[in-house]
């Protein structure tokens, strides 16, 4: 994290070292220090794709669900061949349905399964 920081004192219009740090700090779920990452690097570099469904992501952790599904959709205007998007956008309506009917126990399975297809993902 150190070299991130030195990185954006040097030149905090980078949005790459600003998307790196939401990245991490993400990994370590400081969801709303990522938030603020990628708010700043989507300011920097609005056409990026792979910026928004991070936070996207990062939206369906905090439990603001229609805020993901917006900034991934956006997501998807730009680029609608990333699988990434497609299981987050899928992941986010999951947990909608969920939100609106907490018993809804197909939407609780495939939610499971989503999980698991986005984590095979996040390995390879």
């Known amino acids: 994290m150190d070299s991130l920081n030195r990185s954006i004192n040097v030149d905090s219009l980078n949005p790459d070292s600003w998307a ?67 299981l987050s956008k899928g992941e986010a309506q999951l947990h909608k349905a969920i939100e609106i009917e907490p018993g809804y126990e197909a939407a609780w399975s495939n939610r499971g399964l989503a999980f698991a297809q986005l984590q095979r993902h996040i390995r390879c």
């Open 20 to 86: 790196a740090k939401g990245d991490i700090l993400a990994i370590k779920k400081g969801y709303p220090e990522a938030l603020d990452c990628y708010n700043k690097s989507i300011l920097l570099s609005p056409k990026s794709a792979s910026i928004m469904v991070n936070k996207g992501r990062i939206l369906i952790e905090l439990g603001k669900y229609d805020e993901a599904l917006d900034k991934i959709n956006d997501s998807l205007i730009i680029n609608s061949t990333s699988s990434y998007a497609w």
